[in-house]
């Protein structure tokens, strides 16, 4: 039997591609090349072998491999380039399915590396992933620019690995070759959408998990290995589980790209990028981090997670953190600093200064001070800045910070009036609806709006929902043909008028 490729993954999967046959070595020989791989053995062996069409693999090959423990990879006689093609596709697609069984994903993105670590940019075709990569300027490096394939080791950091672009071979395209075995630590991911300017803006882990997962069905539907009614069958479970570890562990942001703008520099500006010694495998030893800063002048950017600081701050927003210098700490300063004896990041708002040191508390705790006191050399710097959004605003200090703070509280009692409305006997809270709608009491800002969602990962299925703000309030269940409107907002709210807007969006859809 002619000898095989060695193919190795950061998961520590390893294989053996062996060609059966002559036919079989030249298409293995040729996937050698576009997927840089060399000769070797180890791991689990992958046999192909070539057939005619109507032909199985010969009885000794199917039971030699079958007491080797080794997979068989049947492949047709190819009669052209583009044949060729497509059985060095389906080599990889064995090998991929592997990967991803063992709790690895195959997304959507293109991959650049930048230091010694790795940086996906997620999206669905013609938002500019091969673009992107064409434009990246030293000393980025782009890896490829459809296909990455993201594995977790066993210390649970996450790896990404560049993988072919197969169009590129079809309809005489000019083909290529892509470092398969050259793993790059992943330090954060990127979802592309197109836009007249640069913006980058963080995403909440919920949401990342949610767009890692459509990345993947996205490519799986691309690549025609999935059909829209088998997607969610084969990534409820695997997929799930994956999407929302990677979320967790690698931070990720909203990417607006503009045509000609520099966006890997809105990338550096807000990104932590430490130079790692060397490349690839060797620097398994560094695991990314979920909370990046960048140092920045005399400042630091850090992302905001969890909610002890509502209202005033909200994941995820992104921080400016200014260090003190001949500054001292003020009641009323928001601050980020390491607790004594631990190595965790913490944002909350000074509360007091005295000879015994500096107490904290979070904004969202009326009455709970923070148990440790901080001394000076505990505090990183005061937050002198907030982006949300794409809009920034200023954090202030002193007696600003403590006066703001009264003001934000008045929404948490606002939102204690709308808790205590809502919590009304339904017989008393069906009456008063019944008085309204009281929606013209409101700022015309804040009154109820019909906005209509289509899913393209779900059969492209259309939603309607009803949005106060930025907060969802009510949403149409089409089984039931009713709207669900959450307590107290049916107060606001015309059902009449309702239906008779969304009859025109739904009587379209049914004709679409």
């Known amino acids: 039997m002619p000898h ?10 390893r294989w053996t591609i062996v060609p059966v046959d002559g036919r079989a070595a030249l298409i293995v020989a040729e996937l050698g090349r576009v997927m840089r791989l060399g000769p ?4 689990r062996e992958l046999w192909v072998a070539v057939c005619e069409e109507s032909d199985q693999p010969d009885a000794s090959v199917r039971s030699e491999a079958e007491s080797a423990g080794a997979v068989v990879c049947r492949l047709v006689a190819p009669t052209d380039r583009e044949t060729r093609v497509s059985q060095m596709e389906r080599i990889d697609s064995v090998v991929t399915r592997e990967a991803l069984s063992g709790g690895g994903l195959l997304l959507h993105s293109a991959l650049a590396e930048y230091h010694g670590s790795g940086f996906i940019m997620a999206g669905p075709s013609q938002t500019g992933k091969s673009t992107a990569s064409r434009r990246f300027r030293f000393p980025w490096r782009s890896l490829c620019d459809d296909r990455t394939l993201v594995v977790r080791d066993r210390n649970g950091c996450f790896w990404a690995h560049p993988m072919p672009t197969w169009s590129r071979f079809k309809d005489r395209g000019s083909g290529g070759s892509w470092p398969v075995e050259h793993a790059v630590p992943l330090r954060a991911m990127f979802f592309l959408a ?8 963080p995403v909440n882990a919920t949401q990342a998990a949610a767009l890692i997962l459509d990345s993947a069905v996205n490519l799986a539907l691309k690549a025609r290995e999935l059909t829209e009614e088998d997607t969610a069958l084969a990534h409820c479970n695997g997929g799930v589980n994956a999407a929302r570890a990677l979320a967790s562990a690698v931070p990720a942001y909203s990417l607006n790209l503009s045509r000609d703008g520099r966006f890997w520099e809105e990338i550096e500006r807000v990104l932590p990028v430490e130079a790692v010694p060397g490349s690839g495998r060797d620097d398994r030893d560094w695991s990314p981090v979920s909370v990046e800063s960048l140092m920045a002048g005399d400042s630091q950017r850090m992302v905001y997670t ?3 600081m509502d209202p005033s701050l909200r994941e995820p927003d992104l921080l400016e953190v200014k260090p003190y210098s001949a500054e001292r700490v003020r009641p009323g300063d928001v601050v980020c600093f390491k607790p004594p004896g631990t190595d965790r990041t913490i944002v909350h708002r000074v509360v007091g200064v005295g000879p015994d040191g500096i107490r904290t508390r979070g904004d969202n705790k009326i009455a709970t001070d923070d148990p440790w006191v901080l001394r000076q050399g505990d505090i990183i710097g005061r937050v002198v800045a907030a982006q949300r959004e794409g809009r920034r605003r200023a954090v202030h200090g002193g007696w600003k910070g403590r006066r703001s703070l009264l003001v934000r509280r008045g929404t948490l009692l606002g939102r204690g009036i709308r808790r205590l409305v809502g919590s009304l006997p339904h017989a008393l809270y069906d009456f008063v609806a019944g008085l309204g709608p009281f929606d013209r009491l409101l700022p015309s800002n804040l009154r109820p ?23 969802t309030i009510g949403r149409y269940v089409g089984r039931c043909d009713e709207w669900r409107i959450r307590r107290p907002f049916r107060l606001f709210v015309d059902e009449q008028a309702l239906r008779r807007a969304a009859a025109p969006v739904l009587s379209s859809e049914v004709r679409e």
Do not use: H, I, N, W
């Open 40 to 43: 070797g053995k180890g791991g």
């Open 306 to 308: 969890g909610t002890s």
């Open 449 to 471: 709006r019909l906005v209509r969602f289509r899913c393209y990962a779900a059969r492209r299925q259309m939603s309607l929902k009803l949005l106060m703000g930025r907060q």
């Open 4 to 13: 095989g490729l060695k193919l190795e993954f950061a998961d520590g999967q």
């Open 194 to 201: 197109q836009s007249p300017a640069d913006r980058l803006e």
